[in-house]
């Protein structure tokens, strides 16, 4: 089973940013401990902070991946173009974030991603990633 993993921007701040909701991991350690956890899974990661170039990236694997999870970070609200990216495609994407979205700012609740995803988790901080995978592996 191949997974990649597409995180957008700011995620790369991971460990550094907003600790308090992000918590205090980068994403690299936790990917590190993601990969030793599912040894039977192909699992990929990648993060980008430019919109076009995660939609190159869910355009590459989106026809051949088992599974897609976004976190589009702070496209999730705003960007129709990763949105329709993932209606083009025929690898299903569960959309996560980090944080409970729908308790935060009123600008975070709007997900352009939502409509397209399979499923949706968030609020679950990092262990959204391993709640993704799982339920990949219980398709
Ligand atoms: C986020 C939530 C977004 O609203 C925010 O812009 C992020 C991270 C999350 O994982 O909780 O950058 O996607």
Redesign the pocket.
């Given at each position: 089973m191949k997974i990649q993993i597409i995180n957008?921007?700011?995620?790369n701040l991971l460990g550094v940013r907003e600790k308090d909701?992000?918590g205090s991991l980068s994403f690299d350690e936790y990917f590190l401990k993601l990969k030793t956890k599912f040894k039977n899974i192909e699992l990929f990661n990648y993060q980008s902070n430019i919109e076009g170039e995660l939609i190159n990236k869910i355009q590459d694997v989106g026809f051949d991946f088992d599974g897609i999870i976004l976190?589009?970070?702070?496209y999730?609200?705003t960007s129709i173009g990763i949105a329709d990216s993932i209606r083009g495609i025929t690898s299903p994407v569960i959309e996560?974030?980090?944080?409970n979205?729908k308790s935060?700012e009123d600008f975070?609740k709007k997900s352009f991603i939502s409509p397209h995803a399979k499923g949706v988790i968030?609020g679950f901080g990092l262990y959204g990633y391993d709640l993704a995978i799982l339920s990949f592996l219980n398709d």
């Open positions: 957008g921007p700011n995620l909701i992000y976190n589009a970070a702070a999730t609200h996560v974030h980090i944080s979205t935060r975070r968030q």
